[in-house]
């Protein structure tokens, strides 16, 4: 498995609530892509979503986002952690 940050735009305002409920939406179905969403965080100023997750592929990563009706902008792989 693979680890991948995804970036949303355009979410200005959120609230940690709707962060959370966005959160919980990828937690519900992200099993069937073989997909585990670790942490999310926002800024809600700028409107940026950064989700840490481990994946198959960054196509199952965006594919489970796109079920849940947030899809990604970007999706990078982190391939170096410490």
Same mark, same amino acid.
């Given at each position: ?26 937690? +519900?179905?992200?099993? /069937? ?12 100023? =700028?409107?940026? !979503?950064?989700?840490? =997750?481990?994946?198959? =592929?960054?196509? +199952?990563?965006?594919? !489970?986002?796109?079920? =849940?009706?947030?899809?990604? /902008? ?7 952690? !410490?």
């Amino acid at each position: 498995m693979a680890t991948f940050m995804d970036v949303h735009h355009g979410m200005s305002g959120i609230t940690e609530e709707q962060l959370r409920a966005a959160h919980q939406a990828d937690l +519900a179905i992200e099993g /069937d892509e073989g997909v585990h969403f670790q942490q999310a965080w926002a800024d809600p100023e =700028s409107g940026t !979503v950064y989700c840490l =997750s481990t994946a198959p =592929s960054k196509e +199952a990563v965006q594919r !489970v986002h796109e079920r =849940s009706g947030h899809p990604a /902008d970007e999706i990078h792989p982190v391939p170096l952690m !410490v």
